[in-house]
């Protein structure tokens, strides 16, 4: 799991913004416009190269100024961002040897009016930095706000992608172990910058030496980076950008954390034992001999859902879903509109944000099939009532009070004329109170469909499904099947 990513590095002062104000009345007078201040640093040294870092913004007076040239290329060599010269006492202007110098060698010359002690300007600077990475502090907490709310959304794994991607005006992809995009946000790459993010990528693949856990590397004008995700199975998240600025790096490994946590596989400390309890019961094992392999106290709940919105859910949202519920064994069905979850029985289900769920009681392990269709059940009641999560609860109250063996003969008896698809639009249209509009959303047909199914339902039983007597007892018997 990669670390928690730092606040970010205090960003530079463009040289422009101390320019700008009038209180200091400093004046460039050589030099390119451009440059980024880091510090300032005040000497009086014939040769202060030793004692710089670079970036600074180096105020003097000439107190030792013999050689203008070389001392402007010495600065130049120690990556000294701006050369600020007091006038007064020593020198009555700026020599104009310096502002040649500095024009040649491409230092920026700052004119520093008698006036202005240079402990005004280094005040100012901080201010300005202060300034600069209070805005820069407030980019990354929107930013971490943002991608935390886009890991909660249904597809967290492109919604976490399209926030980054907007956080830093580029392109987020993650990318598999073999090169493949298997999600992205973002303006597509050109050819050349696609190539390159899947090169720098491969340098963060595992080996048997220690591999980095990011890379960096420019193309031109693109700015491309690569950070390993964890989780073990080799994905990376690779951004391309047009420029990078302080916070980048801290915003990306935000993305990261939250990346990681969503393409990792769920483990669960008895996971060992679970994937041989699967392995059992594909090879014909008695689902009761295993479920406490499974499940300490042998029950489990089935959860159907479908994405809010309509869309086909992917491998990895699901996944992400599975583990917001506390469960590993997640299954997208064939026809890749629902996510089917097997939940520990003791654990609660929730309604999950973007989600519609449909939960069935808790069962034994031998009763999954039919809890998976009690959980079928809830799903298309839950998306006909439009509300995020349905439970199909077990008898209850007097239905509850019914002798088991009886009632389940005469219902028997009383639905055999039914069909299974009649059975069940029947089932559907009682506990949707007899909507006709509500029943074909559930079943996911039209409306004439469920009224002719329905009519045929009262010409096979003979009944009259207006009465209210006829529809509790074509109720309570349907429970019980």
Known sequence: MPDSPAGPPTPPVALAGLLALEELGLRRIAGPADAELLWVHTSEMADPYPYLLGGELLLSAGVLLTDPDTYVARLVEAGAAALGFGVRPVHETVPPALVAACDRHGLPL????????????????????????????RRVTRAQQALASAAARPDPIPAVLHQLAVRLSGRAAVLSADGEALHAAGRPPAPEVRAALSRLARVLAPT??????SATDTLGEAQLSAYALGGGQGLALTLATDR??????????????????????????????????????????????????????????????????????????????????????????????????????????????????????????????????????????????????????????????????????????????????????????????????????????????????????????????????????????????
Not at 316 to 336: C, E, F, P, R, T
């Open 208 to 213: 048997e030496r220690p591999s980095p856990a």
């Open 244 to 481: 990078r600025e302080p916070g980048d790096h801290t915003i990306a490994g935000i993305a990261v954390v939250l990346l990681s946590l969503l393409a990792a596989p769920h483990q669960g400390a008895d996971a060992a034992n679970r994937s041989a309890a699967l392995v059992r019961l594909l090879l014909g094992a008695d689902p009761a001999a295993v479920a406490p392999m499974l499940d300490g106290d042998g029950r489990w709940t089935v959860v159907h859902a479908r994405r809010s919105d309509g869309g086909a859910p992917d491998p990895l949202s699901a996944g992400a879903l599975g583990a917001a519920l506390g469960s590993a064994l997640v299954d997208v069905d064939v026809d890749g509109e629902a996510v089917r979850v097997l939940v520990p029985g003791g654990a609660r289900v929730t309604p999950q944000p973007g989600w519609t769920l449909g939960a069935s009681a808790p069962v034994p392990a031998d009763a999954l099939e039919a809890a998976g269709t009690q959980a079928a059940r809830a799903l298309g009641r839950a998306t006909a009532t439009r509300t995020p999560l349905a439970v199909d609860a077990p008898l209850s109250g007097l239905a509850a009070l019914l002798p088991p063996g009886p009632a389940a003969a005469r219902a028997h008896e009383l639905l055999a004329p039914l069909s299974a698809p009649l059975a069940e639009t029947l089932r559907c249209w009682l506990s949707l109170h007899g909507s006709w509009d509500r029943t074909a959303v559930a079943l996911s047909v039209h409306r004439n469909t469920v009224r002719q199914r329905i009519a045929r339902c009262g010409v096979l039983l003979g009944a009259d499904l207006d009465d209210m007597d006829v529809r509790t007892e074509l109720w309570l018997a349907l429970r019980q099947e």
């Open 110 to 137: 700052v004119e520093v009016p008698p006036e202005t002690p240079f402990t005004a300007i280094a005040r100012a600077v901080w201010g300005l930095m202060a300034a600069a990475r209070h805005r820069e502090l």
